[in-house]
Antibody, heavy 118, light 105 residues
């Protein structure tokens, strides 16, 4: 049974770095063509794709956010990590990690709410 | 960026047939996928590859289209289908539509 869960700081201040962890089970990021995608959703708004890390370590980022994003993985412990540098209030929202195969986001975590406030 | 445009919302009665549209700014072949998001929950995959139902998704949900125009159909609509429906393309990176909020009368 596939399961993903995001964890993060909850609240942070402008200009800090947001660090999120995705812990998953039921599959391995060592499997060919497997990826973990990160997506966020601002309050009451739509979904914004952020980044993907693939089974082979390849990474892809939303071009509009690329300069601020870092993704990494710990395959043996079934975790991936997302960092967003120099956050501001526009980064407030719910952050989801997802299992990505074949171009679609098959399974989603419950989401981690992040608030950026001074 | 490939922009996906969805109508903002609609209201239907249980038992009716509803179609939700998604238009891409350029062709995405059949690399279109649909999600359902209920209030307070994470999105759930319904349809992938334009027309393939994900495992466990009721046959009431169907998808069609190719190129730039896609449709999600729910027939018949049930009360618990009230949600926001998002389309997403994977032909040119990954982008989502703005969502269509389905309300039940």
């Amino acid at each position: 049974q596939v399961s993903l869960k995001e964890s993060g700081p909850g609240i942070l201040q402008p200009f800090q770095t947001l660090s999120l962890t995705c812990s998953f089970s039921g599959f391995s990021l060592g499997t060919s063509n497997m990826g973990i995608g990160w997506i966020r959703q601002s309050s009451g708004k739509g979904l914004e794709y952020l980044a993907t890390i693939w089974w082979d370590g390849d990474k892809y980022f939303n071009p509009s956010l690329k300069s601020r994003l870092t993704v990494s993985k710990d395959t043996s412990n079934n975790q991936t990590f997302l960092k967003i540098a120099s956050v501001d209030t526009a980064d407030t929202g719910t952050y989801f990690c997802t299992q990505l195969m074949g171009g679609w986001f098959a399974y989603w975590g419950q989401g981690a709410l992040v608030t950026v406030s001074s | 960026d490939t922009v996906l445009t969805q109508s903002p919302g609609l209201a239907v009665s249980p038992g009716e047939r509803v179609t939700i549209s998604c238009r891409a700014s350029e062709s995405v072949s059949t690399r279109m996928h649909w999600y359902q998001q209920k209030v307070g929950q994470q999105p759930k995959l319904l349809i992938y590859g334009a027309s393939y139902r994900d495992s466990g998704v009721p046959a009431r949900f169907s998808g069609s289209g190719s190129g730039t125009d896609f449709t999600l159909t729910i027939d018949p609509v049930e009360a618990n289908d009230a949600a926001t429906y998002f389309c997403q393309q994977s032909w040119n990176d990954w982008t989502f539509g703005g969502g269509t909020k389905l309300e039940l009368k």
